[in-house]
């Protein structure tokens, strides 16, 4: 955590530094959070029979309902603005590496890494 002249080491930085983030930014994702299930914006993900690496992966998954199904798109967004936008992009850029993560995920217990 302290490096040799007893100052935060870089990792111990950069920690705290998304902790602060993580902070600052929770109450806007518990809000966003809320108007998914409100406006029944989540569908059930079944990841663990699509992705063999997920089997063992605990916890039930959650995916975004495709935008254009979605009438309450943009209340959504007029809701949350930027930050729900963000939200829902980034959301949907992570669908297409969930596989390739977690296959990587099961290359890397497979070699002990």
Request: avoid cysteine.
């Amino acid at each position: 955590m302290f490096d040799a002249s007893n100052d935060f080491t870089t990792a111990a930085r950069q920690r705290i530094r998304s902790l602060f983030l993580f902070d600052r930014n929770m109450a806007d994702t518990e809000a966003m959070g809320r108007t998914l299930v409100e406006r029944d914006m989540l569908m059930e993900w079944d990841l663990k029979t699509r992705v063999k690496e997920a089997a063992d992966l605990e916890g039930d998954f959650f995916a975004l309902k495709t935008a254009a199904t979605i009438p309450s798109t943009f209340g959504f967004l007029e809701r949350h603005q930027q930050k729900g936008a963000n939200l829902m992009v980034a959301h949907r850029l992570s669908m297409y590496r969930t596989g390739t993560l977690l296959r990587g995920t099961g290359k890397a217990k497979a070699t002990g890494s």
